[in-house]
């Protein structure tokens, strides 16, 4: 788990990076100017702003560490009942000459993946729109 975390860093941070430098630094300076601490203007003013953006940077994250095969194969192995990820399984069933098993794996998988896309952009939409 701690591998597939740090391997995925940058699928959330790049994301998020981009979300916060969107944010004109005048709200920063007109926070200060009324009195806001950086922590105050980061959680009332900027946070809020980026969280499109972190929203999207979850998601992407979450389903970008569903499909990783490397890192979880490389460091974790794959011990049944423990370390067996989908993406694992897929190829198991695929060097087992099960393409039938490996076809609705892979579906299942791209599903889940195009159904959390779809509510990260749903959920996003609906965050800029009450602004």
């Known amino acids: 788990?701690?591998?597939?975390?740090?391997?995925?860093?940058?699928?959330?941070?790049?994301?998020?990076?981009?979300?916060?430098?969107?944010?004109?630094?005048?709200?920063?300076?007109?926070?200060?100017?009324s009195g806001l601490s950086t922590w105050q203007?980061?959680?009332r003013i900027e946070l809020p702003l980026a969280w499109p953006g972190v929203v999207s940077a979850m998601v992407l994250t979450f389903v970008h560490t569903l499909g990783e095969f490397g890192v979880v194969l490389m460091i974790g192995g794959s011990i049944p009942g423990e370390t067996k990820t989908i993406a694992i399984a897929i190829y198991d069933r695929v060097q087992a000459f099960d393409l039938t098993s490996a076809g609705r794996m892979s579906l299942i998988l791209?599903?889940?993946?195009?159904?959390?896309?779809a509510a990260s952009l749903f959920a996003s939409a609906r965050l800029v729109a009450r602004r």
């Open 41 to 43: 203007t980061f959680w």
């Open 110 to 117: 791209l599903v889940l993946s195009i159904t959390a896309l």
């Open 1 to 33: 788990m701690l591998a597939s975390i740090v391997f995925n860093i940058p699928f959330f941070v790049q994301p998020v990076q981009r979300a916060f430098e969107t944010i004109p630094h005048a709200l920063s300076e007109a926070a200060a100017v």
